[in-house]
């Protein structure tokens, strides 16, 4: 087994924690990132964790010919996880082109290169967007995918098509869609966590930051969804088990010797939990209360989704470890512990 892997966006939020998981597994680890949403200092929490050093180059995936040459300098790649990619569901909104351009053309340069040197394993970061709000929950890899509510949406709706289209006309790409429901917290060593650049757009920093007292109160946004306590609910899961998801991904697709391989996974807890429980988890974990203001619906927000979990249980063999308490004690710690450094 060819233990080298490249980890597109590995010094981003899920990047990171898969790099450290990858490295305790004694992976050799290729970062590119070009930090447009992230800190070189993340390096060094990941080496402070593991011990480990791995190789980072900074540029970008749009940069084919930067591409080719990386390849060209590192034949002995086996795998690619790919995460590099925009996320801001508001921002694809307004900025519809920079999105595709820079979500599709990395993932087809990425792709090119895979055919051209001979790269056979690929796990592409995808998202339980793809199936909007469903009929019936929880939701299976089966369940219907709905039009994307938004570009970036329907950018990780077309990146599957790309691959699977890709893996079925390939002799030799395999690959596998990881679907995740809504990862939070961070590695428990505090070290490394979410580094959200400006204001929060999800929960969990945004309750964080209000607890530290970066925020005056936390936006509830709607308590009159058809929802046992009136919040939307979601399937959050700790963002180390998500981690490992991926190395798992990565040795079932060195597993598979038949092409082609094209598998879908949901990575979720398979519980839904609301944002007065996500709330009532924070205060039980810091003993600190928040300020709340229940503002109006936030635009685009589905009511409620969790994880069928049991094709990722059964086939991949992983299923979420951490409670939600200790998922969230991990966010605060790891909020606690970078201002104290930062401030
Ligand atoms: N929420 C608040 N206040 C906040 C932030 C969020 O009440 O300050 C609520 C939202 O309205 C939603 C829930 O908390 O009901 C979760 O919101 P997040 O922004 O944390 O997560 P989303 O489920 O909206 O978005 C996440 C990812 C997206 C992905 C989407 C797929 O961040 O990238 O899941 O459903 F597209």
Redesign the pocket.
């Known amino acids: 087994m060819n233990n080298k892997v490249l980890v597109t966006g590995g010094t981003g939020y899920i990047g990171s924690h898969t790099v450290v998981e990858l490295l305790e597994k004694d992976f050799e680890v290729y970062i590119i990132d070009n930090l447009s949403n992230s800190r070189i200092e993340v390096l060094d929490g990941i080496y402070a964790i593991t011990g480990k050093q791995s190789e980072f180059e900074k540029f970008d995936l749009c940069d084919q010919d930067r591409l080719r040459t990386f390849f060209k300098n590192n034949k002995d790649i086996g795998s690619i996880i790919h995460f590099a990619a925009y996320?801001a569901?508001g921002e694809s909104v307004e900025k519809p082109l920079k999105y595709y351009r820079n979500n599709l053309l990395s993932l087809m340069n990425l792709l090119d290169g895979m055919e051209e040197f001979h790269i056979p394993n690929l796990v592409f970061s995808s998202?339980?967007?793809v199936y909007g709000q469903a009929e019936n929950l929880p939701v299976t890899e089966k369940t219907p995918i709905k039009p994307a509510e938004s570009p970036?949406?329907n950018t990780k709706q077309i990146s599957e098509e790309i691959i699977q289209d890709t893996v079925y006309s390939s002799k030799f790409i395999k690959s596998v869609s990881l679907r995740y429901f809504?990862p939070i917290g961070a590695h428990p060593s505090a070290l490394i966590g979410e580094l959200p650049m400006g204001v929060p757009?999800?929960?969990?920093p945004?309750i964080t930051q209000t607890g530290i007292g970066i925020r005056d109160f936390?936006?509830?946004?709607?308590n009159d969804y058809n929802t046992p306590d009136g919040?939307?609910i979601?399937d959050y899961l700790h963002v180390v088990d998500l981690a490992k998801a991926h190395v798992m991904a990565i040795e079932r697709l060195f597993e598979k010797k038949s092409t082609p391989s094209y598998e879908v996974f949901n990575l979720g807890t398979g519980k839904g939990v609301s944002?007065f429980e996500m709330i009532k988890s924070f205060e039980r974990v810091s003993g600190r209360k928040l300020n709340l203001k229940v503002l109006d619906r936030?635009p685009g927000?589905?009511e409620k989704?969790w994880a069928d979990t049991r094709h990722a249980n059964n086939e991949l063999g992983w299923k979420t470890e951490s409670s939600l308490d200790e998922a969230v004690k991990t966010a605060w710690d790891w909020e606690k512990h970078y201002r104290k450094s930062n401030l």
């Open positions: 996320k569901v998202s339980c967007t970036y949406g809504n757009d999800n929960l969990v945004y936390l936006r509830v946004f709607g919040s939307a979601r944002v936030r927000d589905i989704i």
